[in-house]
């Protein structure tokens, strides 16, 4: 079955063709990261505006990079939430068009099942069930995955996502953005022990990160003038390593609770490169098996969407034209 994807909830407009939710034909991403770089974050009134001029370019250029037409095209899943309304309403009018003047079936599907789905395009996926820790700029999340569809909570923050602790910390420190990506490049030429920060609620499998993000913040209003140089790097290593070890503990406490052998690593943070190591090691250690994506499969993209988008057409489901936008979707209670 060759399903079209399409993901517009944040600031990337993207489309990607997938043939039997396995393998990846095309993945095309616009990112808005300049127009939004200038505001220190993503600004959703201008996020929908810059939808709407690169969703079809992206859609007809997804096509074009499968070598296909839309006569090739069997379904349509579109991201339906979480999100942004504005933006996710682009992506599902669009589908909707499509799907509309096609007759193709279109089918919603949650982004953070899509972000745990983008390790089924990797040579090797694991078989269910297992641990997926899915850390986004939304989200910071342990599920225990017993198939499609079918999550269980464990952990989750209970204030800023760690994604956003990466972002404002770049915001603090007026290194740019996105923040996780140049946290990443300065912290590979730092010291990640030179400066303390805390690790929160250490007992839980629960994580908290505005008591980091408010240290950095005490920090620097003591020291009164900006980090620079060889201390710019030990802080971003040290602000890093900080957030990378809980993650890696809490998910390995909660395979280990769980009885489960095999973690998925998954979201925009899981393209952090200290993370990925941290994981590979790790969890080898403790015997566990580790799967990542690769980093353009880890930020948002329409491969993602269109895996699940597979699975539940596949089961039968159809949405149709009164498909709405969600701004909060769970996957597990
Ligand atoms: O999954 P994603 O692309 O969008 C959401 O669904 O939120 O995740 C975006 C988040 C941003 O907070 C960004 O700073 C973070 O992922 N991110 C990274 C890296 N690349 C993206 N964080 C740490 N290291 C990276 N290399
Ligand atoms: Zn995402």
Redesign the pocket.
């Known amino acids: 079955m060759v399903i079209l994807g399409i993901e517009s ?2 600031d990337e407009t993207a489309a990607a063709v997938v043939r039997d939710g396995r393998v990846l034909l095309s993945n095309v991403i616009a990112s808005q990261v300049d127009v939004h770089a200038r505001y220190g974050g993503v600004v959703p009134e201008i996020a929908s505006r810059k939808h709407i001029e690169a969703i079809s370019p992206t859609i007809l250029r997804a096509l074009a990079d499968a070598g296909l037409t839309l006569d090739a095209v069997e379904g349509i899943a579109v991201t339906q939430g979480p999100g942004l309304i504005g933006s996710l309403l682009v992506g599902l009018s669009m589908a909707k068009a499509i799907a509309f003047s096609r007759r193709l079936p279109l089918v919603g599907v949650n ?1 953070l099942e899509g ?1 745990v789905a983008a390790i089924f395009l990797t040579p090797d996926p694991p078989p269910f069930p297992f641990i997926a820790l899915v850390v ?3 989200h910071t999340t342990i599920y225990r995955v017993e198939g499609f569809g079918r999550f269980a909570l464990m952990g989750q923050t209970r204030d800023d996502a760690a ?2 602790a ?2 404002k910390a770049a915001k603090l420190l007026d290194i740019g953005y ?4 140049v ?2 490049r300065l912290a590979r030429e730092g010291d990640a022990g030179a400066m303390a920060f805390p690790r929160g609620m250490r007992d839980s499998l629960d994580f908290s990160f505005s008591g980091l993000k408010t240290s950095l913040m005490v920090m620097l209003k003591k020291r009164g003038v900006p980090f620079s140089g060889r201390e710019l790097n030990d802080a971003a290593a040290s602000y890093q390593e900080a957030i990378v070890d809980v993650l890696v503990e809490k998910t390995l406490r909660a395979a280990s609770m769980a009885g489960a052998k095999r973690i998925v690593v998954c ?3 899981a ?3 200290r993370l990925r190591d941290r994981f590979r090691g790790d969890a080898a250690a403790e015997g566990m098996e580790v799967f990542i994506p690769p980093p353009v499969l880890c ?2 993209n329409a491969a993602m969407i269109a895996v699940v988008g597979t699975h539940l057409l596949e089961q039968g489901r159809r949405d149709g034209l009164g498909l709405n936008a969600v701004s909060r979707w769970p996957v597990a209670g």
């Open positions: 909830s944040c982004h972000h986004s700029g939304g994604g956003e990466f972002d996105p923040g996780g990506v946290i990443d979201g925009g943070v393209a952090n490169s930020t948002d």
